[in-house]
């Protein structure tokens, strides 16, 4: 894998020193209470990052997917909520700079560059979770709208946000069903209702809603791309970018858990010497460290592959299934290192540990990723040699 380039590095320090200066000392009381980081989005949008990899002829900074992965791990190092933040909306900028109509790029690609407009993906529902085809929420035509209804569940940024890629169905009797499914552009109005904020056990200080649409309408020039029935591969494409950021998401999260571990086995004492020269200790530190580094390599080919604009969903699973799984032990280790003062909340241990579950489960749980891992290789790779088929 190719070392970071001169500008990689430069946007990865001017991230690192925004954590540094402006995240960390905020983020342990914040994500403790809850509370929204109205101020941080702020400075979020003076850095450009809600157009991160939005064209620069609509106003983005034109961030490779690469480029894009590496500042996810910085701001998770030092709060994970702000990249959900980001994510849900970019998801939705990558669906309509791909897939959308020239009217719908020209009109809301430069609001969503500045954060204007800014919101994040509906697809979840009460009844249906990783059976995107099964989702109920529908949009009838009626003249130059659709009238939609249904409900939303697990909506990142459902409150603060004001513009959504919304996925219902158009056609209930499609068979198969994905070719019912579509999306549109959906700006909050009348019959867009926030039901409530949902309680989390992390991933706290980013709102996640249930919403309800009792006839609300939609124009018709909001359908993404204009056509019927093309919701389900945008979606996917969509998501392969929601997985990177996920896998991304843990890198930060695990670092930031290591390194605390690496700084108390330095400095606390047990049986007249610091933990670290224990060798229990050192074993899972070095486990940790082996772990990140495989997933590092495994997120930044992913993302890779996606540059070029090849099909990326394999390694796009296989890099948020290692990744989370890796995160969530890493979270646990360094916990017990920390010992009893792990626990506390006088330490930010418990945040990372509380967080990572979260990686686990979001754009796919890792049950349905290893399901779509190993349908592409009985399909794609009958040899069951997929690395040396893939040239690596």
Not at 6 to 31: K, W
Not at 138 to 146: F, L, T, V
Request: contains cysteine.
């Amino acid at each position: 894998m190719a070392p970071m380039s001169e500008a990689q590095r430069g946007m990865v320090n001017t991230i690192r020193e925004f954590v540094r200066r402006e995240v960390n000392p905020v983020a342990q009381h914040m994500e403790h209470d809850d509370e929204y980081p109205v101020e941080l989005v702020e400075r979020m949008k003076e850095l450009g990052l809600f157009g991160a990899i939005i064209p620069e002829e609509y106003g983005g900074l034109a961030l490779d997917v690469s480029t894009y992965a590496l500042i996810i791990e910085e701001i998770c190092r030092g709060w994970m909520s702000l990249s959900g933040i980001l994510n849900s909306h970019l998801i939705m900028a990558y669906m309509v700079t791909t897939n959308g109509t020239e009217e719908q790029k020209e009109h809301y690609l430069p609001l969503m560059a500045t954060g204007e407009k800014r919101g994040g993906i509906c697809i979840t529902e009460p009844n249906t979770g990783s059976d995107v085809q099964a989702i109920e929420t529908r949009a009838m035509r009626d003249g130059d709208d659709y009238v939609v209804n249904g409900s939303k569940s697990l909506i990142t940024n459902g409150r603060h946000g004001n513009t959504f890629a919304l996925v219902t169905k158009t056609d209930i009797n499609a068979d198969p069903p994905r070719r019912g499914i579509s999306i549109f552009i959906a700006e909050k109005g009348p019959g867009f209702n926030v039901v409530r904020d949902i309680p989390k056990l992390g991933y706290k200080g980013v709102d996640t809603c249930e919403l309800s649409f009792e006839d609300y309408r939609v124009p018709g020039g909001n359908l993404v791309g204009g056509e019927e029935g093309k919701g389900f591969y945008q979606i996917l494409s969509g998501l392969e970018l929601g997985r990177i950021n996920v896998a991304a998401r843990c890198l930060g999260v695990a670092r930031a858990a290591m390194e605390e571990a690496v700084n108390y086995a330095h400095h606390r004492k047990t049986f007249g010497k610091p933990i670290g020269e224990h060798q229990s200790i050192q074993i899972m530190l070095a486990n940790m460290a082996t772990n990140i580094q495989a997933a590092h390599l495994m997120v930044l080919h992913a993302a890779d592959k996606k540059d070029r604009g090849e099909r990326a969903d394999m390694e796009a699973g296989m890099a948020k299934l290692f990744a989370s799984e890796m995160c969530m032990q890493v979270t646990i280790d360094a916990m017990r290192i920390h010992g009893g003062y792990g626990y506390t909340q006088d330490l930010t241990v418990e945040r990372h540990f509380r967080d990572a579950p979260l990686m686990m489960i979001g754009e796919g749980t890792n049950e349905i990723q290893r399901i779509l891992i190993a349908r592409h290789l009985m399909k794609d790779f009958s040899s069951g040699d997929f690395l040396y088929e893939l040239g690596l």
